[in-house]
């Protein structure tokens, strides 16, 4: 290892660590304490962005099941709406829209990698996502997640998980 | 093992949330204020990152892997690799949603110090800013890679970290060699 290499790996102070560490600090209970109540304010708004993203989903999926070629634009906006819909739900509760919307997003990832289209497992999946985003499933969805899983997870299974495309 | 994640202090530090949709930037910044963070803005997109990062005042960024499709790796290195960028030593927080393969290793390999795993989790993000306060590591700057130090496997994760990400480990002789000697 060359001597310039060392000289450049060094620790440099950045505003962020000078400031995070000087006291008076804010502790992990506190903190989690005003960010869970932060959360809590936001319920409402919640339920109002993942009906739009529904929406939106919704008219996503139809655009791209109109198109036999995959993947094509509809289907990446399927991929990110879905995706945005399960970055949300386990924050508010609803682990159920989490887990759908990944397994959503899981399908696509396989169809745009298969260069497939699958018109039934796109729309079971948007119904199942609109199904578990109703309080019913929140939290543990009483016991009708697993089921409800697997039956996606069979769908998903149906295209091989790619092996080499990266990110 | 260390021990419990340490207070942080976050009054005055701006933050930088890149994020592709509305929903996700509010969430962020509703518990990133609750800390004591302020401000906290918003870009959608890597050109609006990439313009507010330019102006220096950028103290932390938040970045999703998903910006513009998949690009949030790439404004991580961009940052990184521009000598004249102001912001290029900040800690970087990459977020992820739907995982795939390599995109902890991208991300990682952009420059990035952590991965969160999305679901946002008040505890989740705090420990992570907690731990990137009080661990600094060695900036590396090489011709393939320019970043934090990669290796940190050793020094484990915060006791009591919610563990919702997946942490780097890698083994890159060099950058060992490098940082030992940056530490003394």
New interface residues.
């Given amino acids: ?1 060359s001597n310039k ?2 000289n ?10 000078q ?10 209970e506190e ?2 304490q ?6 809590l ?2 319920e409402p ?2 339920l109002e ?1 993942v009906d739009g ?1 529904l929406r939106e989903l919704w008219s996503a999926v139809d655009l791209a099941c109109q198109e036999d070629a995959f993947p094509n634009s509809h289907g ?1 906006d399927a ?2 709406l ?3 819909i ?6 508010f509760d609803y682990e159920a829209v ?1 887990h759908v ?2 397994s959503f ?2 399908l696509i ?1 396989r169809l745009t990698e298969a260069k497939r289209n699958d018109h039934h497992a796109m729309r079971t999946h948007l119904n199942a996502l609109r199904l578990v985003s109703t309080p019913t499933f929140k939290r543990d969805g009483g016991g009708e997640l697993e089921p409800l899983m697997n039956a996606l997870g069979q769908l998903v299974d149906h295209y091989p998980e ?2 080499g ?3 | 093992m260390q021990g419990p994640a340490k207070d942080i202090n976050l009054q005055n530090i701006s933050v930088l949330v890149a994020d592709p949709g509305e929903p996700g930037f509010q969430i962020t910044r509703s518990i990133l204020r609750s800390f004591g963070a302020d401000p906290v803005v918003h870009a959608r997109n890597v050109a609006q990152a990439s313009k507010l990062i330019e102006r220096g005042t950028v103290d932390l960024l938040i970045v999703n892997y998903h910006l513009d499709g998949k690009a949030g790796a790439s404004l991580v290195r961009s940052v990184r690799e521009d000598r004249r960028n102001p912001a290029r030593h900040i800690p970087i927080l990459m977020t992820l949603g739907h995982t795939t393969i390599g995109a902890v290793t991208l991300s990682r390999d952009a420059g990035a110090n952590m991965v969160l795993t999305l679901p946002l989790s008040p505890g989740g993000l705090y420990d992570r800013l907690s731990w990137m306060a009080n661990h600094p590591r060695p900036f590396v700057d090489q011709e393939n890679y320019v970043g934090p130090c990669r290796r940190f496997k050793d020094a484990g994760a915060p006791g009591g970290m919610e563990r919702r990400s997946v942490d780097f480990e890698v083994d890159e002789d060099e950058e060992d060699e490098a940082a030992a000697a940056a530490v003394g």
């Fill in positions: 290892m290499m060392r450049e790996a060094r620790i440099v102070p950045t505003r962020f660590t400031i995070a560490r000087q006291k008076p600090g804010i502790s992990r903190a989690i005003a960010g869970q109540s932060a959360v304010d936001m708004e919640y962005w993203l990446e991929y990110g879905s995706n945005q399960r970055n949300l739900g386990a924050t989490t919307a990944d997003c899981e990832h790619p092996t495309s990266v990110g």
